[in-house]
């Protein structure tokens, strides 16, 4: 399987971006996925993470109620909507994947072993 992220890019505070995952060479809607990110010098961090097949999520506390994370099953693609972006929120961004079906949610890095190659966010003024 491949997963390829794209959405990124500078933005100052206060902004919003969507970030997109779109996924090949495996059957999407029997995998939780998540969205990481990492910044220079810092550990890979969970953002986001959704169910396989129902719109169950979890979130980061540092990014609760400003970013959404969403699955398009039909369209092979995860989606990470920010709002009210920071200058913390700069980052390296990741979506992640993993073949579970039910309850399965997870900021763990560990837990996933699809990975995408990233795209950057930086906010900055």
């Excluded at 986001?48 to 969403?70: E, H, N, P, Q, W």
Aim: proline share 2%.
């Amino acid at each position: 399987g491949q997963l390829v992220e794209s959405g990124g890019g500078l933005v100052q505070p206060g902004s919003s971006l969507r970030l997109s995952c779109e996924a090949s060479g495996f059957t999407f809607d029997d995998y939780a996925m998540a969205w990481f990110r990492q910044a220079p010098g810092k550990e890979r961090e969970g953002v986001a993470s959704i169910l396989s097949r129902i719109a169950i999520t979890t979130y980061a506390d540092s990014v609760k109620g400003r970013f959404t994370i969403s699955k398009d099953n039909a369209k092979n693609t995860l989606y990470l909507q920010m709002n009210s972006l920071k200058p913390e929120d700069t980052a390296m961004y990741y979506c992640a994947a993993t073949r579970r079906t039910g309850w399965f949610l997870s900021l763990i890095a560990r837990n996933y072993n699809y990975w995408g190659q990233g795209t950057q966010v930086t906010v900055s003024s």
